[in-house]
């Protein structure tokens, strides 16, 4: 990070899980719809700090980042999403039970 020594990088190609693809076309649609810009979404990446690039993924990292430009945007509040969330918390924890409720 930052341009101090991390060892080496693994360039195995490698298959992505769906909620990373999701990740990834939910940034291509907000920025298509003028959300934010990449670099809204490079300074929320910069942002988060050492400590982030440490403990998340490259995806956890980018929805954290998509997920404060659109509550700096104003497409929703903090307590919309987090209704939001306990909505679907509610539902269980795998597709099957949410598609009991």
């Not at 909620?19 to 942002?47: I, N, P, Q, S, Y």
């Not at 497409?75 to 409720?101: C, H, N, S």
């Amino acid at each position: 990070m930052g341009g101090t020594p991390a060892g080496p990088i693994c360039q195995d190609d490698h298959d992505f899980a769906l909620w990373e693809k999701r990740v990834d076309a939910l940034m291509v649609l907000c920025g298509g719809k003028g959300l934010f810009t990449v670099d809204g979404l490079r300074r929320a990446l910069e942002d988060m700090g050492e400590e982030a690039f440490e403990s998340m993924s490259y995806y956890e990292r980018w929805i954290a980042a998509i997920n404060q430009n659109l509550l700096e945007s104003g497409t929703y509040t903090i307590e919309e999403l987090g209704a939001r969330m306990d909505e679907i918390t509610r539902r269980g924890p795998t597709y099957g039970e949410a598609q009991d409720v």
